[in-house]
C-alpha cells in the first residue's frame, strides 16, 4: 500500500499546476455601472462614475481600470480611471471632441473589458434670452397696454392745461 501511494501522491503534486489557472479563472467576471451622470457636450470634460462588482454582486477594486472610447472613424481613445468614494467605485474625466455617436467601453482590471454601448453626444443649444421668460405672459401683454393709455392720458392732460390762442 505504501508503494502505490507514494507514486498517487507524486502524480497529483505533478498535475496541480495544472489545476491552478482553472481555479483562477473561476469566477473570473465582473458588472460595471453607470452613475448618473450630466449630457456631455462636445469639446466640455465630464466626469463619468460608475462601479465594477464582481458577479455583478460585490464592488472590487482592479488595477488597470480604464473608458475606452472610440469615434466614427475608428479612433480610440483610453482615458485612466481613478478610485474615487466607495471600494470598487472610479471616475474618468471624458472629453468628447466633437458632437456625434461614440462607442464605449470600460476595461475592468484583469476581468477584461465591458461594451458601453454607444453615447450621443450633441451640440449645445444656444441659451434663451432669460428678460424673454421672466415675466408671466399677463404682464408681458398688460404692461405696454397700461404705458400707452398713460402716455395718452398725458397728451390729453396737457392738451387741456394749455390755453388756446385767439
Same mark, same amino acid.
Given at each position: 500500500m505504501k508503494k502505490l501511494l507514494v507514486p498517487l501522491a507524486a502524480g497529483a503534486a505533478a498535475l496541480l499546476p495544472l489545476a491552478v489557472p482553472h481555479a483562477v479563472d473561476a469566477g473570473g467576471w465582473a458588472v460595471t /455601472?453607470?452613475? /448618473?451622470?450630466?449630457?456631455?457636450?462636445?469639446?466640455?470634460?465630464v466626469d463619468v462614475g460608475f462601479t465594477i462588482?464582481?458577479?455583478?454582486?460585490?464592488?472590487?477594486?482592479?488595477? +488597470?481600470?480604464? #473608458?475606452?472610447v472610440t469615434d466614427a472613424s475608428g479612433a480610440?481613445?483610453?482615458?485612466?480611471?481613478?478610485?474615487?468614494g466607495t471600494t470598487g467605485h472610479y471616475v474618468a474625466t471624458v472629453t468628447f471632441p466633437a458632437a456625434g455617436s461614440y462607442r464605449w467601453s470600460v476595461v475592468?482590471?484583469?476581468?477584461?473589458?465591458?461594451d458601453l454601448g454607444t453615447i450621443d453626444v450633441q451640440p449645445l443649444a444656444a441659451?434663451? *434670452?432669460? +428678460?424673454?421668460?421672466?415675466?408671466? #405672459?399677463?404682464?408681458?401683454?398688460?404692461?405696454?397696454i397700461v404705458a400707452v393709455i #398713460?402716455? #395718452?392720458?398725458?397728451?390729453? *392732460?396737457?392738451?387741456?392745461?394749455?390755453?388756446?390762442t385767439a
Open positions: /455601472t453607470l452613475d /448618473t451622470m450630466a449630457a456631455p457636450a462636445p469639446g466640455a470634460p462588482r464582481q458577479h455583478g454582486v460585490t464592488p472590487v477594486v482592479v488595477a +488597470g481600470v480604464r #473608458l475606452m480610440t481613445e483610453a482615458v485612466a480611471a481613478r478610485p474615487e475592468q482590471g484583469w476581468f477584461g473589458p465591458q441659451p434663451a *434670452d432669460p +428678460g424673454v421668460e421672466r415675466w408671466p #405672459l399677463a404682464w408681458r401683454v398688460a404692461l405696454p #398713460l402716455a #395718452l392720458a398725458a397728451i390729453i *392732460d396737457r392738451r387741456r392745461r394749455v390755453p388756446a
